[in-house]
């Protein structure tokens, strides 16, 4: 089960931090993403990070304002985003590789809902 | 940047077999996978790697991929299978997903 929470209404260039309870699967074993999804569009992938921490990989439309991370301790994905943008608007959700190489994400959250407005 | 293309709208008469197509350059030589989703929930992976089918997603969802398209059939559409169909792929170290193709059953 992949559960988010952090979404809500922010300001042009303000901050929020996204977080991702992980639950049912060995959290430390697979790469996690975010996909978002602007209010009547298509899926656009976000970010992706390793088991670890160690191999991250942004999308170019985030890259040097979002930070993907996790705390494996805690089972817990992070997505700090910074600078945010009209743009940004959408719903964000938590997605679990399925583990077989093919980066296929076989589970997904419910998603949070960020809108950036003034 | 690699790109995805699918057509805006399918629509199926009840029962019969519908088909959604995914183009991309060479996206035979990549991993396409399928993600369904309908109205108000999140999206749920219906076809990995091309043509499997995880658990618990009926055997009339099947996946083909070949030169420039990849292709999602549903035989024996049903009511239920309404929904918003995305293909993905990787490319390098970025994920594509298609724009989407509703899909209607008459």
């Known amino acids: 089960q992949l559960v988010e929470s952090g979404g809500g209404l922010v300001q042009p260039g303000g901050s929020l931090r996204l977080s991702c309870a992980a639950s049912g699967f060995t959290f430390s074993n697979y790469w996690m993403h975010w996909v978002r999804q602007a209010p009547g569009k298509g899926l656009v992938w976000v970010s992706r990070i390793n088991g670890d921490g160690r191999f991250i990989s942004y999308a170019d439309s985030v890259k040097g304002r979002f930070i993907i991370s996790r705390d494996n301790a805690k089972n817990t994905l992070y997505l700090q985003m910074n600078s945010l943008r009209g743009e940004d608007t959408a719903v964000y959700y938590c997605?679990?590789?399925?583990?077989?190489?093919?980066?296929?994400?076989?589970?997904w959250g419910q998603g949070t809902l960020v809108t950036v407005a003034s | 940047s690699y790109e995805l293309t699918q057509p805006l709208s399918v629509s199926v008469a009840l029962g019969q077999t519908a088909r959604i197509t995914c183009g991309g350059s060479n996206i035979g030589s990549k991993n396409v996978h399928w993600y369904q989703q309908r109205p108000g929930q999140a999206p749920v992976l219906v076809i990995y790697r091309d043509k499997n089918r995880p658990s618990g997603i009926p055997e009339r969802f099947s996946g083909s991929n070949s030169g420039n398209t990849a292709t999602l059939t549903i035989s024996r559409a049903q009511g239920g299978d309404e929904a918003d169909y995305y293909c993905?792929?990787?490319?390098?170290?970025?994920?594509?997903f298609g724009g989407g193709t509703k899909l209607t059953v008459l």
């Open positions: 997605t679990k590789e399925d583990g077989s190489g093919s980066y296929a994400l076989d589970y």
């Open positions: 993905q792929v990787w490319d390098s170290t970025t994920g594509v």
